[in-house]
Structures are given as structure tokens and as C-alpha cells.
């Protein structure tokens, strides 16, 4: 409870200081909307052509676009603004000593105690695109379904902070090393789903950099119905990753010895 506190505190001073700037809002919004109109646009086009995509109609695409953006949303807002570019932030220029001296878990503070409320639009976007999909559908969820949609996101987002530990972890060993490029790209292939991908690609975003968890999975839950299997992986995936994140960094913070070292 301590913990969450401190978010609310946090995200309720980061959103004061960010409506102070209004035009910031406007161009928030008009990104946002540039951003998911240009992927909604694309699936359109498609589906002017085809009835359905390596299994998936339209209305399903809708649903997986929706989850992604709400996933995105939520990752933007909390975790983005902490851990995007830590070895430059927070070991080259020592904004991690100051939360070492702070009484509060270092490793909450380094990657959830910053928060970007403007980036909620984003979030607030794909409820609207998947409210969309659910409504073009033939049938609508089952309840079981939306329950395993709502663990299954749930575990996407666990993964998904997880992730983003683990590579600011690398800055311990190799504070030069900038891979959130690569991780940014990475991450927009989970607007698709894993279906329309060759074999060794797809096991790559399951297994390796489980892309899957965060939009494929959940909407294919949502909409033909919840199988136990992948709802049980989803929940093992986010306590592993978690827990591996976890002893990444206590290992990272063995190393570390200061900005100048």
C-alpha cells in the first residue's frame, strides 16, 4: 500500500505540472491519434482485399490493435518516462544514487516512481478501438473470456515491466550499451498477431521476447474463447520474468558503485 501511494503521489504531481502546458496536450492527442489512425488504416486497406489474415478478421484485428494500445498507453505512462535511456540517466549521470539513499525499494523508485500522465490518451484510445472490434464481432466475449483477457493483460503488463528491468540492467555491466532502440522497434510487432509470421519468428515472440503476451494471446482469449494453457503460461511468464528482474537488479546494484565509477 506504501508502494502505490507513493504512485498516486507521484502521477499526481506529474499530472499538474504537465497540464501547465497546454500545447503539450494538444500535440499528445494529435500523436496519439496520428499514430493508431495510420495502424487502424493500414488493417482497413487490407481488409479491402482479403475477409481475413492468417486466421484473424477484421473485427479481431480491431481487438489486438485495441489491447496493444491500451498495453502501450499504460507502458508509456509508467514505465517509459523511468527506465527509457537509464544507463544515460541513471548511471552516467547518477540519478540512481539518489534513489539508493531514499527509504523506499530501489528498484521501485528507478522504474515506477516517474510517471507520464499525458500518455493515458494513448490508453484511453484503445479502449475506444477495442470497444470498436468487440462491437464488429459476430458474437460477443464470453464472460470467461474477458476474465482470461483481464489476466492475461495483466500478465502482458508485469512482462512488459519486466522487460524494461532487465534491460536497464545491462547498464551495470555495460553502461555504454543503448538498446531501447532496439527494444522500440521490437515492441511494435506486437500490434500483429504472432499467426501471420514465419515459424521461427513466432517462437522467438512466444518463447525468447514474448511479444505474444502482450496483444496476440489476450485478444485471441477474448474472442475464441479461454484455454487454460496459454492463461497458465501468460501467469508463469509474468512471475518468472518478475522475479528474474528482480534478481537482475540486486545483482546489477553489487556492481554499481557510484556515477563516477
Sequence with gaps: MKLLRLVGVGFSMALRRSVAFRINLFFDVLLAF????????????????ADSLAGWSKAEFLVLIGTYQLITGLRATFVDPNLAWFPETGIRNGKLDGYLLQPASSLF????????????????????????????TDRPPSLA???????????????????????????????????DVFYHSAWQLGRYPTDVFTRPIRVLLTYVFPMALIASIPSAALLRGPRLAPVLAGVA?????????????RAGLKRYTGATS
Design 34 to 49: 496520428t499514430g493508431l489512425g495510420t495502424a487502424i488504416a493500414a488493417v482497413l486497406i487490407v481488409f479491402t482485399r
Design 145 to 179: 473470456g474477458v476474465l482470461s483477457w483481464l489476466v492475461l493483460v495483466v500478465a502482458g503488463l508485469v512482462v512488459t515491466w519486466a522487460l524494461s528491468v532487465l534491460l536497464a540492467c545491462l547498464a551495470f555491466w555495460a553502461p555504454k550499451l543503448q538498446l
Design 109 to 136: 523508485l528507478a522504474s515506477l516512481s516517474l510517471s507520464s500522465p499525458l500518455a493515458l490518451i494513448q490508453f484511453v484510445l484503445g479502449g475506444v478501438v477495442l470497444g470498436w472490434g468487440i462491437g464488429a
Design 237 to 249: 511468464a509474468a512471475g518468472g520474468t518478475a522475479a528474474l528482474a528482480a534478481l537482475a537488479w
